[in-house]
């Protein structure tokens, strides 16, 4: 019986028009990995598509070759059929015509007639024959895609490829490795098993990208010897490293430091700093010249800084003067289950939610609900 990678390779193969997928979540591991698997199928002359939900948000992936043709969302999944019985009247000739926004088949038979009893349609089949999944633990994480489409995913082959020990093996092929620090340690190998000519320079820095925006630039304790055996076979293929970094770590716009100064300043923790949480007023942005959009980049800094914390909360006043929260998890735990009782958007390991609360009041009360759930976490540790 061959194995499941065996199967995945032998599934592509045959596929040709395929759907790359990849969470609505903050973990850029994901995104650039996917966009490593849609570079390598195109090589591969497959018709390929990457949709993932509100990525254009994640502005310090836009350096990557290739993001441009990443889509927001699905169209036309389904495909409209028109089949005409043929049997007792041949075809000559058929065209269309588009007129007052109708679309018209016109067929002339070669003898007799049809009578339009011949004619049957039905929205049935779909644009893709192959969904793969890159970075996925459920199909509830892809958002509005599986949300409004969910007998596209029951009824189309699907390959899932993860590193998340709670990947619900949702695919007909799992390609799942737990001990893997980044997707690209799943990836390359896959790459290379398949075709090892076709991995240029962008589908290698899009993978070490991967690696290093997973990693915080190696700076999270589960670095293995084979995770940076993968780094140094990425660069023999050309992955640019300098460009990685200088885009995802060394870029930071002045407005953003400033801000970074504001949350550093009133940085509070608890549970030894496993829980860490700031505050900022709609003044600190005004003050600062920068905007929410910019809180992605100051999350990624407070990860970075305080390597032990396990929740990090940022409590704030939007434009509209409400008080809003941000809860980010390590990958171990779902912001989803933290914030539950509040409502929230997003996925796994960040959520977006609001309050009824001014900011003073609202921080007791979110801090209060995420120490008893992490402290019950903790506990059983």
């Known amino acids: 019986m061959l194995s499941e990678r065996k199967q995945a390779e032998e599934l592509i193969k045959k596929s040709e028009n395929i759907l790359i997928v990849a969470p609505r979540d903050e973990n850029k591991d994901a995104p650039a990995n996917a966009l490593a698997l849609f570079l390598y199928l195109k090589k591969m002359g497959k018709s390929a598509d990457l949709i993932i939900e509100g990525l254009n948000v994640k502005k310090d992936l836009s350096f990557l070759p290739g993001f441009a043709e990443i889509k927001d969302a699905a169209d036309g999944l389904q495909n409209l059929i028109v089949s005409l019985d043929i049997s007792r009247t041949k075809v000559d000739q058929v065209k269309y015509v588009v007129e007052d926004g109708r679309l018209d ?83 390359f190998p896959f790459f290379k098993s398949l075709d090892q000519a076709l991995i240029d320079e962008d589908i290698a820095t899009c993978l070490l990208a991967g690696m290093i925006a997973g990693t915080r630039n190696f700076r999270i304790r589960t670095i293995t010897p084979r995770a940076l055996e993968t780094v140094s076979d990425l660069i023999t293929f050309g992955a640019r490293k300098d460009e990685i970094i200088n885009h995802l770590f060394r870029s930071r716009s002045f407005n953003v430091l400033k801000l970074w100064g504001r949350v550093l300043a009133r940085l509070e923790s608890s549970l030894n700093d496993r829980l860490i949480w700031s505050m900022l007023s709609q003044s600190d942005f005004l003050k600062t010249g920068s905007t929410e959009s910019d809180l992605d980049e100051v999350i990624e800094e407070m990860i970075t800084s305080v390597p032990a914390a396990k929740v990090i909360a940022l409590i704030f006043e939007n434009e509209e003067g409400k008080t809003r929260v941000w809860v980010h998890t390590v990958k171990s735990l779902n912001s989803m289950e933290f914030a539950a009782s509040f409502n929230p958007a997003g996925g796994r390991t960040l959520v977006k939610f609001d309050l009824n609360e001014p900011l003073s009041s609202g921080k007791k009360l979110i801090i209060g609900r995420l120490e008893e759930k992490l402290k019950a976490i903790l506990e059983k540790e």
């Not at 890159?134 to 029951?154: A, K």
Request: hydrophobic share 40%; charged share 20%; aromatic share 10%.
């Open 105 to 187: 088949f016109i067929i002339t038979p070669k003898e007799g007639v049809f009578t339009g009893q011949e004619v049957t349609s039905c929205a049935c089949g779909y644009k893709y024959d192959l969904i793969i999944a890159v970075g996925t633990p459920d199909l509830q994480s892809l958002g509005r895609i599986f949300e409004d489409n969910p007998d596209f995913f029951y009824k189309t082959p699907l390959i899932n490829i993860d590193n998340d020990s709670d990947n619900e093996s949702f695919g007909q092929i799992n390609l799942a490795e737990l001990t893997a620090v980044s997707l690209a340690e799943i990836l």
